[in-house]
């Protein structure tokens, strides 16, 4: 039996989450966009309350770490000053929404996300981990990205309501999209969703009105490089630190956008070389690694040292997770190491914490292992 404890919630502004290295506090910046004054108040944030390490997250949120309990209120206040964080708790707590990072001013994703942002009110009790998505530019890209109630184009170029799960769901449009999202929120809480904590593993009958054979348009995330909006940087394992971070934004004066791939886009400027940031793609970039031992409590091993060896060795995607809970990638791998007791469980195509085809593996036995497959 696993010792990890599964909370049921992901750390908010207000309900920080204790770490080894100290509180965790995730700031949810409003369509995923940061303005360059909003990148440099956060990182003097984190470098005054935290211990400046900064992560951004499968779901396009920023965490600050090692904050300390005494200095976590003057955080908030900072961050609520800069717009970052909600003033109402209750609002900042239903704001898990991750929109198209291509967004423009007035498009659809940009509407409906404004106006889902307006309504949050309407939203019923929800468990701590569901989120929206809203994938609606002309080109899809969250396809595979977590989030239980998703807005998406469709095959047809209309806009698609899909309930996470499901292949398929009804057309919207965008004056009636929100709606659409806030009544299936309602379903799900009403049909005992509470219960199964997402919708994914929500096995009760959608409601006509919400079952449909509209699917997803085909679409690809971005890459680090050359952007339509700017420079794409990729991040390894989703970590900065905030002094680099404020660096980079003060020397080309650009805002930032996030995205749920662990990359970032620079608005408005030619790709140049950054600190700690890649500018093409990388064997790093596609693995996925929790903090791990010690930072983290449940973690029972180091993680990413391990998984900087592996990357190059390996095809497809790696996941390596210091516990079965899998923070670090919620989605299945093509190869995941899951640490157990000091060492690591094995498994092919699956998710954290699924059965081992090996168990018991030192980091020098996996790199043997995956070496030479």
């Excluded at 140049?272 to 690694?289: E, F, K, Q």
């Excluded at 180091?302 to 516990?323: D, F, K, N, Q, Y």
């Amino acid at each position: 039996m696993s010792g990890f404890v599964v909370k049921g919630w992901c750390p908010d502004a207000f309900r920080p989450m204790m770490a080894g290295d100290g509180l965790l506090v995730r700031v949810r910046p409003p369509l995923g966009r940061l303005t360059a004054a909003q990148v440099e108040g956060l990182c003097a944030a984190a470098l005054r309350y935290g211990n400046g390490q900064i992560d951004l997250t499968a779901r396009a949120n920023l965490q600050l770490r090692g904050v300390n309990e005494a200095g976590w209120p003057a955080l908030i206040g900072a961050l609520q000053a800069m717009g970052l964080v909600d003033p109402d708790p209750v609002r900042e707590g239903r704001g898990a929404i991750l929109a198209n990072p291509d967004w423009r001013e007035g498009d659809d994703t940009h509407a409906i996300v404004v106006e889902l942002r307006e309504r949050l009110a309407e939203l019923p009790e929800l468990p701590g981990k569901v989120g929206f998505v809203v994938d609606a530019g002309a080109a899809p890209m969250l396809t595979d990205a977590p989030g239980d109630f998703r807005v998406e184009r469709a095959a047809t170029g209309e806009l698609l309501l899909r309930a996470d799960g499901r292949a398929s769901g009804v057309t919207v449009t965008r004056s009636d999209a929100v709606d659409g999202l806030i009544r299936l929120a309602h379903w799900f809480a009403d049909s005992d969703g509470r219960t199964a904590g997402r919708m994914v593993r929500h096995n009760a009958t959608l409601p006509d009105w919400a079952e449909g054979d509209a699917v997803p348009a085909s679409g690809a995330p971005v890459q680090p490089g050359a952007h339509p909006m700017g420079a794409v940087y990729g991040l390894p394992f989703g970590r900065i630190d905030a002094a680099s971070l404020a660096a980079f934004v003060r020397a080309h004066d650009c805002a930032l956008r996030l995205t749920p791939w662990r990359l970032l886009i620079a608005e408005g400027m030619a790709p140049a070389p950054a600190a700690g940031m890649l500018l093409a793609d990388s064997p790093i970039l596609h693995v996925d690694a929790c903090v791990g031992a010690p930072a983290c409590p449940q973690a029972s091993v180091e993680t990413r040292g391990l998984a900087t060896r592996l990357a190059p060795l390996i095809e497809g995607r790696l996941h390596v997770s210091g516990c079965a809970k899998g923070c670090a990638r919620a989605r299945a791998a093509d190869w995941v190491l899951t640490g157990r007791e000091g060492a690591f469980d094995l498994v092919r195509n699956a998710r954290a914490g699924a059965a081992p085809l090996h168990t018991g593996l030192t980091p020098e036995g996996a790199v043997a292992l995956l070496g030479a497959c």
